[in-house]
């Protein structure tokens, strides 16, 4: 028996989040059981703790988009007890139990040996959000951003993809304007490499204007809504902006077509819960070289399972800083 944070749904449709004892039998099926050492939390497991119905298909749900660890057992021969392995996405702790647990079954094809110069720690403050960020910066480089161009926006910086994004963009020589939504923040984004900070609420108004001065030479956007709408209008001519997430919400307003049409500005989508292997593989390795591992410590909030029912909530709300780590043993 080992410790996982189960998560059940009662008749009414509420979900309640407890440290329990599960067997090793209760694992889902897949090739290479894992001893997990850390997971992370990440907005969508605050959807699976909390009102996750959408996300979650059966219960009792063990919920963790991602886990470091060392293998256990392994029927497939890429991996053999010992290895230090990394999981993200495959829609493992949504439809699957994942990793907010002492141990996981998953399969072999999802892992990735974990990356050279990275612990299972390090590996876990970067996690889902970290590879969402760098696939994100490759999505605007492989468009053609240059350091030369200007000042790159990041949009919810102070949320854990937010955090890795700032620091990787400002690592790479970027000059980062970071956009919070509380001012409190300004002193930890300029330590993760912000040039500048933006307000959200100057950026939150919904506007008429179909084009607006061209500011930004790229973006790495991680809340949508309203905001994503204004930043469209406020790039550059033939810039793009990397879509990752709607923290701020799923409808974007405004005179949307414009900034395409008048100025060749893209939208680019990142997904980084089916990234093939190969590409994973690569941009993990690339975030092992460039994050300045200080600065990753910076973003690292740790945490036990029993913190992560308060701690979900908390995500939901934008009020999470940085990266939570969870120490699955503690
Ligand atoms: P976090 O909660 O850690 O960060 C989100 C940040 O967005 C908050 O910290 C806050 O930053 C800002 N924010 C919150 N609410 C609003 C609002 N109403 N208006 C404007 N800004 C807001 O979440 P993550 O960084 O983990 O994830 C961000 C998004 O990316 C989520 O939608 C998530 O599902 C998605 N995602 C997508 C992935 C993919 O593969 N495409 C992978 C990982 C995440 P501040 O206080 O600084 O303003």
């Known amino acids: 028996m080992f410790n996982a944070l189960v998560v059940e749904k009662d008749d009414d449709g509420k979900t309640h989040a407890a440290v329990r004892q599960v067997a090793a039998d209760d694992l889902p099926e897949g090739q290479v059981m894992v001893a997990v050492e850390y997971s992370t939390l990440n907005y969508k497991d605050g959807l699976c703790i909390g009102p996750g119905a959408g996300l979650v298909r059966a219960w009792p749900h063990v919920p963790g ?161 309203a905001m994503l709408g204004r930043v469209l209008k406020q790039m550059k001519y033939g810039a793009s902006v990397a879509a990752v997430g709607l923290a701020g919400g799923a409808v974007i307003e405004g005179a949307l077509i414009t900034p395409f049409i008048l100025r060749g500005v893209s939208l680019a989508g990142i997904d980084s819960v089916m990234q093939p292997l190969g590409a994973r593989q690569r941009a993990w390795q690339r975030i092992a070289d460039d994050l300045p591992l200080d600065k990753l410590e910076d973003m690292i909030r740790p945490a036990t399972l029993a913190d992560l029912p308060d701690l979900g909530a908390e995500i939901l709300k934008g009020r999470v800083r940085g990266r939570v780590v969870v120490d699955v043993n503690a």
């Open 65 to 225: 988009i991602d886990f470091a660890g060392t293998v256990e057992q392994s029927a497939d021969s890429r991996y053999r007890p010992g290895d230090k392995v990394v999981l993200t996405g495959w829609r493992v702790g949504e439809t699957r139990w994942g990793g907010y647990a002492q141990k996981a079954r998953v399969d072999a094809d999802w892992l990735i040996p974990l990356p050279d110069g990275l612990t299972t720690r390090q590996a876990m403050a970067v996690g889902t959000a970290g590879l969402t960020a760098m696939l994100a910066i490759a999505a605007l480089e492989d468009r053609g951003l240059d350091k030369a161009d200007g000042p790159v926006l990041v949009t919810g910086a102070a949320g854990g993809v937010g955090s890795v994004a700032t620091a990787l963009l400002a690592a790479r020589g970027y000059e980062v304007a970071a956009v919070t939504g509380r001012p409190e923040m300004a002193g930890y984004l300029h330590a993760l490499g912000a040039a500048t900070i933006v307000a959200r609420e100057d950026l939150a108004e919904v506007t008429r204007k179909p084009l607006e001065s061209e500011t930004w030479a790229g973006c790495v956007d991680t809340v949508a809504g």
